[in-house]
């Protein structure tokens, strides 16, 4: 059975059981946040839980790392949605230790992408249009720092209302232990 199947065999049930009635909620984050954390699978649960959030408290965005490097892309356009339309009050980006983007070799995922078929040419036309794969496919080599980073982005963002407090935390993905790397609310 695939992937597809097995999860719309179990959505059917799902459904027709009314297991939905549990998670009834409005689009509104209850808790009045948004998070960006990083897409890793040991998160999916484990960062709700370790932070007593529920169905509906929070808006959670994710990516490889937890990154914010584009002041323009879909990330930072989702934190100010979040922001001025669905009553996000607070940003808080979460890292977490032992992250696939602190070892993120660019150099070793074109060579993977090479053996997967992408053209040699192909990787050398988006380098000569200015879209550098070394700068594109790093990771970062410190999460606090990375987090930092993010956090500095969203703080300074030219569209972001100055009270917004913005948050910058690393988690911990086997106990979901979590360390404040900077307390927006200024001290
Ligand atoms: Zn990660």
Not at 29 to 57: E, H, Y
Not at 71 to 98: C, N, Q
Not at 113 to 134: Q, V, W, Y
Not at 169 to 179: A, M, N, Q
Request: proline share 4%; net charge negative; hydrophobic share 40%.
């Amino acid at each position: 059975m695939t992937i597809l199947n097995e999860i719309m065999d179990y959505n059917e049930k799902f459904v027709q059981e009314q297991h939905y009635l549990g998670y009834t909620t409005s689009k509104y984050p209850n808790k009045r946040m948004v998070i960006l954390t990083c897409m890793d699978a040991r998160l999916l649960d484990l960062l709700p839980k370790a932070m007593n959030l529920k169905n509906g408290d929070a808006k959670i965005l994710r990516n490889a790392g937890a990154i914010l490097t584009e002041p323009f892309g879909s990330m930072m356009r989702s934190i100010l949605v979040a922001v001025y339309e669905l009553k996000a009050e607070e940003v808080l980006v979460i890292g977490h230790h032992d992250c696939g983007m602190s070892k993120l070799d660019s150099e070793v995922i074109q060579e993977k992408m090479l053996s997967r078929g992408i053209k040699e040419e192909t990787l050398a036309i988006l380098n000569t249009a200015g879209i550098s794969m070394k700068e594109w496919l790093t990771g970062f080599a410190n999460v606090e720092v990375s987090v930092k980073q993010s956090v500095k982005v969203i703080k300074n963002h030219p569209l972001l209302p100055k009270d917004v407090p913005v948050h910058g935390l690393v988690i911990h993905p086997d106990t979901g232990k979590l360390d404040v790397v900077v307390n927006g609310y200024g001290d």
